[in-house]
């Protein structure tokens, strides 16, 4: 069972979403629309694209805003400096598609990085079902 006490959320987002069902299934709908979501919009990555994501992910400590995805392109030139090129073959041009996706394809490469870390082990197979790879 999952709980959560969010006046300002269900005031503010599940509320006026809600007609015939509780907020709790209101709630339910939307966390599936959510993943369903990430999904179908995680963009296809090489398998070095996908470990420099990982990387740059497991090294920022404010993932856990909404907002923090947005940056992701950010994150990953800034990567480009510290060793990002030589470790993973990560280029300005790979910056750039990031910095062209939208916010969903973001979130949903920030999830499949955050389910990659969440793994009891980080393995390539894990890599392969966390990320859609090419």
């Not at 069902?21 to 090489?46: G, M, V, W």
Request: hydrophobic share 45%.
């Amino acid at each position: 069972m999952i709980q959560f006490n969010d006046v300002d959320l269900e005031r503010r987002e599940i509320a006026p979403r809600t007609s015939h069902l509780s907020a709790s299934l209101t709630a339910k709908r939307d966390l599936e629309r959510y993943y369903l979501a990430l999904q179908q919009q995680l963009p296809a990555l090489t398998e070095s694209e996908a470990m420099a994501i990982c990387d740059v992910c497991n090294s920022w400590a404010a993932w856990d805003s909404p907002k923090s995805p947005a940056y992701l392109w950010a994150e990953l030139e800034d990567a480009l400096t510290e060793g990002l090129t030589e470790k993973w073959g990560i280029t300005q041009a790979f910056v750039e598609r990031i910095k062209a996706m939208s916010y969903i394809e973001r979130v949903a490469l920030v999830d499949a990085a955050e389910r990659f870390w969440a793994s009891p082990d980080h393995s390539h197979e894990t890599l392969k079902t966390v990320f859609r790879l090419v």
